[in-house]
């Protein structure tokens, strides 16, 4: 089953607040932008690298006096995140080693969006149940999107859409295996043992925070 995923808000609206002297019913003219003050103008840009994934580039940037400043930018095409909820109430998570941060993590399971060379990038519903496939064996009758966040907005476009998956069952027959670059340990947690590891402190990974606090909020409001 292939999720849908809503209309996606458009950047600009994140923050955005609405006009305190408009009265219902009234026409009015163009509302100033708030958050005019805050906006920075690219002016110029400088790619460093071009990877499988990432465009590394310094970017010149106008802010709204005038002065100009660097930024140093990780392009990312996007990535999905997955909390895989079985009829136990056992979370899915996997073990891998992660090269940036030295150390083998815990993590939900996630995955980056494919690109293609022409710019378009890979729809997340269609992401998400592949990211479950080859990291757990496990596909989901249901899909639901929880939220989408920045990884880290201060160096990196990298926008995570985040999915609770249930309604699992083995992919036999045919399944999407990890890329030959993954090394991936996969461990059932009950759903309270997985969020106290949270609170302990023993998850170091964001998406997998930000995630199991989720399912944490939902078992509480009993919509999940």
Known sequence: MTPEIPEAVPSEAFGAASDPEAVPGEASGPI????????????GSDVIYRGRYLTFRVDTVEDANGARHRREIAAHPGAVAVVALDDHDRVLLVRQFRAAAG?????????TLDAAEDGTVEDPARAAPRELEEETGYRAGGW??????YSAPGFTSELMHLWLATDLRPADGGRLEPDDDERLELVRVPWREAVATVERGEIADAK?????LWLARLKAAGEA
């Not at 958050?35 to 920075?40: G, K, T």
């Not at 150390?103 to 995955?111: K, S």
């Open 208 to 212: 997998s925070i930000v995630g199991l």
């Open 103 to 111: 150390r083998v993590l815990l993590e939900i399971p996630a995955g």
């Open 144 to 149: 639901r999107l929880l939220t989408r966040f």
């Open 32 to 43: 100033a932008d708030p958050d005019a003050h805050l906006r920075e103008r690219t002016v």
